[in-house]
């Protein structure tokens, strides 16, 4: 069975860091891309950051670029987002998706999901 | 970014109805589209990919191409009253439309 187990989330203060982890089971990461989406309270979806199989391409949320840092260790089948100079825009549960993503056959989407963990941004 | 617009965004409707949520993008994903389901306090859930492939039950089905899609529930059942997102994963960011709540009559 797919599971991702998300970790890390908290309260801190404005400029401060937090870095989330993203525990996989029932599969292996390596084969896939992975990816992090993030819901303000009572609020639609975001996406906010996805890295390929080996780490090599990443892509963030433009708001987040420069300050948020995605990663993996596929040795230890997790994923991980390093969150520096929070700010209060970015209170939010962030989830930890599996990302299907094959050129080939045409098809991007996010399969499977964690619970989230919240992320609250405050003095 | 491409702007991804979903209508309604909310919706009333009884167990047994037949309901349809539009989704409408900024320029043209082809049918990089996909759909989710989520339910309070609880993580989204797949429905369809591709703006037309489903791996949940058949009454969820998926059309369209370009800029417009559609959802369409066959049969309101009890576990479908949820919030559905469209998603575009043509290129980055992948963006959601605002949502639509599913709301019993």
């Known amino acids: 069975e797919v599971q991702l187990v998300e970790s890390g989330g908290g309260l801190v203060q404005p400029g401060g860091s937090l870095r989330l982890s993203c525990a996989a089971s029932g599969f292996i990461i390596s084969n896939y891309w992975m990816t992090w989406v993030r819901q303000a309270p009572g609020k639609g979806l975001e996406w906010v950051a996805h890295i390929q199989q080996d780490g090599s391409e990443k892509y963030y949320l433009d708001s987040v670029k420069g300050r948020f840092t995605i990663s993996r260790d596929n040795a230890k089948n997790s994923l991980y987002l390093q969150m520096d100079s929070l700010r209060a825009e970015d209170t939010a549960i962030y989830y930890c998706?599996?990302?299907?993503?094959?050129?080939?056959?045409?098809?991007?989407?996010?399969?499977?999901w964690g619970q989230g963990t919240l992320v609250t941004v405050s003095s | 970014d491409i702007q991804m617009t979903q209508s309604p965004s909310s919706l009333s409707a009884s167990v047994g109805d037949r309901v349809t949520i539009t989704c409408r993008a900024s320029?043209?994903?082809?049918?990089?589209l996909n759909w989710y389901q989520q339910k309070p306090g609880k993580a989204p859930k797949l429905l369809v990919y591709?703006?037309?492939?489903?791996g949940v039950p058949s009454r969820f089905s998926g059309s369209g191409s370009g800029t417009y899609f559609t959802l369409t529930i066959s049969s309101l059942q009890p576990e479908d009253f949820a919030t559905y997102y469209c998603q575009q994963s043509y290129n980055t960011p992948w963006t959601f439309g605002q949502g639509t709540k599913v709301e019993v009559e």
């Open positions: 998706a599996r990302a299907v993503i094959n050129g080939y056959l045409l098809l991007s989407f996010l399969d499977y």
């Open positions: 320029q043209s994903i082809t049918n990089y």
């Open positions: 591709s703006a037309s492939q489903t």
